[in-house]
């Protein structure tokens, strides 16, 4: 019984576990990955829209198609300059954000214990517009 309980805390606080463990280095990884993941989503969305082949693409950009491969995939980290060039070449704004993050309170707001209620207020308010 107490081995259920232990792994039933483990299993509701998987992430916490994650950061206890890795001391929050995991999530520079995960934002890291995160920002290439967009980057490599942007342009297959572009070659897609356009058309293009990736041997295409990169004759347009004036790399190789194998750098436009390792970009889609996410396994390159390009420089800024490389993405500079990139934007200018696709006519794209490029754009690069340093401050301080806000606070997300999304959870913090939103109360589990008020669930019921929550939505039953919603429903009556639905209803009155409707």
Same mark, same amino acid.
Do not use: C, H
């Given at each position: ?31 890291? &990955? &995160? !920002? ?8 297959? &969305? ?42 200018? %070449? ?9 401050? %301080? ?16 209620? &929550? ?9 009155? !517009?409707?």
């Amino acid at each position: 019984m107490l081995n259920n309980k232990r792994n039933k805390l483990i299993l509701e606080n998987a992430w916490n576990l994650v950061d206890e463990l890795d001391g929050g280095e995991l999530d520079d990884e995960f934002e890291l &990955d &995160d !920002i290439l993941t967009d980057i490599s989503f942007k342009l297959i &969305d572009y070659r897609i829209e356009n058309n293009l082949t990736q041997k295409q693409l990169a004759s347009k950009l004036s790399v190789s198609q194998a750098m436009v491969s390792k970009l889609e995939s996410g396994e390159y980290n390009p420089t800024v300059e490389l993405l500079f060039k990139i934007s200018k %070449k696709l006519e794209w704004k490029f754009e690069i954000i340093l401050e %301080k993050p806000g606070k997300m309170q999304i959870w913090n707001e939103f109360s589990f214990a008020n669930l019921n209620e &929550d939505m039953i207020s919603f429903e009556g308010k639905m209803g009155e !517009i409707a």
